[in-house]
């Protein structure tokens, strides 16, 4: 995380704007913030609020249009619509279907607006920046979690591989990074799914079928976020069967309960605050005039990609929940969860 900070410092080095750049004072500015669903909670409890408090921070005269498109692409190109006519000078957005909002991007651009693709990526049409991090990576880091835990674990049998929404770039890019690193470890894949709008109760259905269909022989679930990673979890739990070592991605307040409780195997930490404060100063870079440089380029765009953390029970305690870390051991250690947490020193 301090690593992350550090390169997030680093990549905010800007130069001149050429092409679309805003410029002019920033003052009284407006900046749009689009996100894309509330089946994560992250959008509403944390990388609203955090982008939000970084631009005030920044810029005590702007106004933040924050716009969630509740999984309808449809409705968030109303929104960024509504957004440009409003009067908006730069757009942040968490694309619902990465390809659809390639007509945002056309229309924004052409009306001079500086477009900052926020933790999934438009691969049709270049942005004027990307920020996010290194999903490839996450996907792989999460699949080798898994492969060392079968290995550790002496598993045998085969993995349900649940992917995120077959709209999503960035999920695109988690699922070959998780596949990549199954089939490296030698892992057999028995059955995949593309889960629609990254909904927790659909990919709860298809797992459901999966344990009729694969009786006795899944080792684990490689489940590209804590949505679908919970509804892997549920499906278990139903079927009155074992839950085999489930990953995640996201570290939401549910998946931590679950590995406090030994019920998923693992999350990934990505501090949202990392990627919405970049967020914020990328926007206030546009605003003056400015094009900050990022880190990397990815699909001809230039890039700020930081590198998560892989959370298990064993290291939950140092990365996730505590004193100065993202989630707060009173939020986590509820109750039901308190007897864990006092095993694992969380508190």
Sequence with gaps: MV???????????????????????????????????????RYEAYDAPLFKAEMKRLCGGCRVLYQNAAGDAAKQQQQADSVLAQGARVLVIDPVDSAAAATIVRTARSRGVAVI???????????????????EKIGAMIGRSLVDRLKA?????????????????????????MRGALDAGGVTVLAEYDTPSWEPSKAQSWVSGQISKFPGRIAGVAA??????????????????????????????????RIVAGDQFTTVSKPIRTVAEAAATAAHAF????????????????????????VTRENIADVLVGDGRPL??????????AADCAELGIR
């Design 3 to 41: 690593a992350a900070l550090i390169v997030s410092a680093a990549a905010c080095t800007t130069e001149t704007s050429g092409g679309t750049g805003v410029g002019g004072s920033p003052k009284n500015a407006k900046i749009a913030f689009l996100m894309p669903d509330l089946a994560s909670t």
């Design 117 to 135: 693709a926020y933790d999934r990526p438009i691969p049709a049409v270049k942005a004027d920046y990307y920020i996010s991090f290194d999903n």
């Design 153 to 177: 674990d002496g598993a045998r049998g085969g993995v349900l591989q649940v992917n995120g929404s077959p709209t999503d770039a960035a999920a695109g890019l988690i699922k070959k990074g």
């Design 224 to 257: 590209a976020n804590d949505g679908t990673g919970g509804g892997s979890v549920a499906a278990f739990k139903a079927a009155g069967v074992k839950v085999p070592p489930v990953t995640g991605n996201d570290a939401e307040l549910a998946a931590a309960q």
């Design 287 to 310: 605003l003056e005039g400015s094009r900050p440089r990022g880190n990397a380029t990815l699909f001809d765009t230039p890039s700020e990609l930081f590198t998560p953390t892989v």
């Design 328 to 337: 707060k051991a009173a939020d986590v250690c509820t109750a039901t969860y």
